[in-house]
């Protein structure tokens, strides 16, 4: 399997930054009553997470939600479960699901979907990664760190089989 990196170490730094950046401009304009709770989509978030959430400047709750869609393949099956629940009662709070790459955006719609319906005073989505526009597909996305082409992508928490997650850059893999 053949691997080009296609977003560095550096750039995601970078633009982890911006969108720190842009979060705590938008979220600090508001008057809140608790502080804003991150819900890494897990696992592939916990490396944007990590990074995005110590690059900004106020107060933030963390909490994690397990879903799946791939199951090891490297199509999504569209049929998402959610494998670890919330620990937070989310009612009246602020959230922003931190994800890390939207493909067909189905997981995100059935996420948005199924928080919705516990009330949250605002939802919102980080992705790190989208295929959206390379596939033609609006999105609906609040926040999203870089545009890619419609490849399959590892590193960064991304990972193929579970392998290269601990890569510190994304790259395209290839078969051969
Ligand atoms: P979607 O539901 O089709 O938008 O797929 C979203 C989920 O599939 C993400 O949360 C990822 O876990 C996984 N995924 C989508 N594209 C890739 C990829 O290129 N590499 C690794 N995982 C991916
Ligand atoms: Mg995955």
Redesign the pocket.
Known sequence: MEREAIVSEAAIQRRVAELADQICREYGLEKREDRLLLVG?LK?SFHFLSDLSRQLSFDVEVDFISVS??AGEKK?SGIVQIRKDLDTNIEGRDVLIV??????????RHLRELLGTRKPRSLRVVSLLS?LQARGIPSDIEYIGFEIPDE???GYG???GERFRNLPYIAILREG
Request: net charge negative; hydrophobic share 40%.
């Open positions: 989509v592939g869609s791939y999504s994800e890390d790459i939207v493909d067909t955006g189905a997981t995100l295929k399959f992508v590892v991304l990972d193929y």
